[in-house]
């Protein structure tokens, strides 16, 4: 990999990635809707590690200039790293849909967006590499956060459908599941320390996946147990529970 896109690039994580890959001498094209956000960060990548980095605007509820964003950049990269998402309120959303519908393009609907452009792309030049960041909220329906839950849940599943799309032209696929991540996200939210990522964690499992070809990966393997558990629990005694 030379040339890597990260979408959602002011978010923690995304910046952590940014600088194990800009280590390795990649050039980074990292987009973001507020770029002014962003500079500092170049300014420090380029800093400490001589690479090319440039920013590029990208909205991802702005789904009708998706393919015109991608065709700007100025070399179309090898890898991409679709970082963005909005937790939201959920009780909010419940009763107003233009926060429910944020949730949903945020997490499902704008992320499908960009990256079918991407693997249409790759697809034609037969190499490249996808990494989707989901969740785990998506392997079940809970009432606390169903709403981003069902968007990460179909994220997963069109993220699974791509890497079976693409397996046979040499496009590789990654589905991330972070647990609680130590954000900006999660601000102002109790998480027991062994549940929480830290960004560079999440970022060194990454770039780890990208180099061994993983399919899907578990941040924090405990998170793998705790849904094999909660997926485990028949509906009929799940419904009655407060989670």
């Known amino acids: 990999m030379k040339n890597i896109l990260v979408l959602g690039a002011t978010s923690e994580v995304a910046i952590a ?54 065709e700007q950049l100025p070399v179309k990269p090898d890898c991409v790293i679709c970082v963005f998402g909005y937790l939201g309120n ?4 419940l009763t107003n849909w233009s926060e429910c519908n944020k949730i949903l393009v945020a997490n499902y609907t704008g992320a499908v967006s960009i990256l079918n452009v991407v693997a249409n792309d790759f697809e034609s030049k037969k190499q490249g590499t996808i990494v989707g960041v989901s969740s785990v909220a998506g392997e079940r329906g809970r009432q606390s956060n169903y709403l981003y839950g069902s968007a990460k849940s179909g994220f997963t599943a069109y993220l699974s459908g791509l890497r079976n799309r693409l397996y046979k032209s040499g496009v590789h696929v990654v589905t991330v599941k972070p647990g609680f991540i130590n954000t900006r996200m999660l601000a102002g939210l109790s998480t027991p320390s062994v549940l929480t990522a830290q ?40 419904k009655r529970l407060k989670l």
């Open 17 to 70: 990635v940014a600088d194990f890959l800009a280590a390795r001498a990649c050039n980074l094209f990292l987009a973001s809707r507020n770029v002014s956000r962003l500079e500092p960060v170049r300014a420090d990548l380029q800093l400490k590690h001589q690479v090319v980095v440039t920013l590029h605007e990208f909205d991802a509820e702005d789904q009708t200039n998706h393919q015109a964003f991608y």
């Open 90 to 93: 959920h009780h909010l959303a």
């Open 199 to 238: 960004p560079g964690q999440v970022a060194k499992k990454i770039v780890k996946s990208i180099d061994r070809k993983q399919n899907v990966i578990y941040v924090l393997p405990v998170w793998r147990w705790i849904m094999t558990v909660i997926k485990c629990i028949p509906e009929a005694i799940f």
